[in-house]
């Protein structure tokens, strides 16, 4: 079967804020990471973040993920304060992640692979009604399934659905992430570097899952070095340099601004 091309949604408009950072500052020991930085994501928009290397993005991504706590701050997710909140609970309210280098369970199929992104919400019943295979049991899985399947097609890995994850190149391994962290229909998703070693056509692939998930209402946040990819992908775009925020706006606007142009486009 043909794998369905996702379609390019506009953003949601005029949403409240589900993601907001304020004042956040980090430091390592005497190395100032970030200070100051605000940062607002609406639901149903890309938001990029961009900076040269060393200018405290993954710093953030770290904080907005509950891997490191701000030194100084606050962070609000989904009308929660989650700025003492550890990153399970984080994923909980619908924030999923990303990372530099894919991070897939290598050992296991395809399959198995998004459907472990769909496991932690326990099985309905516990080790009983598995042992059991009570009917609210096997209707749970089959509904696991079903979405399962679905995420794959959505993702052109369904003919790969037998494979082991390790066998597979690094471009697909970046779309089968992406499949397991979308199966369970975050929020919010935060994507480290997600084009980094792709080809053009697989990042363009990428690029067109994104703007169809946020069609579908998820906020997307991205750090990326492809500014040919942040530019067509996001709808604005925080520059970070030296740890502060040097700009935000729409990509036109940051494409226009001298400041970034100096720091960081040349
Ligand atoms: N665990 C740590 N201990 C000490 N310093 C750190 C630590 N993590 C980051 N830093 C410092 O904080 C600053 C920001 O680093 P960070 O990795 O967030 O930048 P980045 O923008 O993600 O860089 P890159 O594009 O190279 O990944 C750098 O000066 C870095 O050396």
Redesign the pocket.
């Given at each position: 079967m043909p794998t369905p091309t996702p379609t390019a949604a506009p953003p949601v408009t005029g949403a409240a804020p589900l993601l907001r950072l304020s004042s956040v500052s980090k430091r390592?020991?005497g190395?100032r990471?970030l200070t100051d930085v605000d940062l607002t994501v609406a639901a149903g928009t890309v938001q990029g973040l961009i900076?040269?290397?060393?200018?405290?993005?993954?710093?953030?991504f770290d904080i907005i993920s509950g891997i490191t706590p701000a030194s100084e701050g606050t962070v609000h997710f989904a009308d929660h304060d989650v700025t003492a909140v550890s990153a399970t609970r984080r994923a909980r309210l619908g924030m999923r992640r990303t990372f530099?280098r894919a991070q897939v369970f290598s050992w296991l199929s395809v399959e198995d692979n998004v459907l472990a992104g769909l496991e932690w919400h326990g099985g309905g019943g516990g080790v009983l009604a598995d042992l059991l295979s009570l009917p609210s049991r096997r209707t749970l899985e089959h509904q696991r399934r079903e979405r399962v399947a679905e995420v794959l097609e959505w993702c052109g890995l369904t003919e790969l659905r037998k494979v082991s994850a390790g066998a597979l190149p690094l471009g697909q391994q970046r779309l089968l992430e992406l499949a397991r962290a979308i199966a369970d229909r975050p929020r919010l998703l935060l994507l480290d570097e997600p084009t980094s070693g792709l080809a053009h056509a697989e990042s363009d692939r990428f690029g067109e899952l994104v703007l169809s998930l946020r069609g579908e209402g998820c906020a997307v946040v991205l750090?990326e070095?492809d500014a040919a990819f942040v530019m067509r992908t996001c709808d604005r775009i925080t520059v970070?340099d030296l740890?502060s925020v040097l700009a935000e706006g729409t990509p036109a606007e940051i494409q226009a601004n001298q400041a970034v142009r100096d720091a960081y486009l040349g």
């Open positions: 390592f020991g190395v990471a900076g040269p290397n060393g200018a405290g993005k993954t710093t953030l530099q750090v070095h970070l740890g």
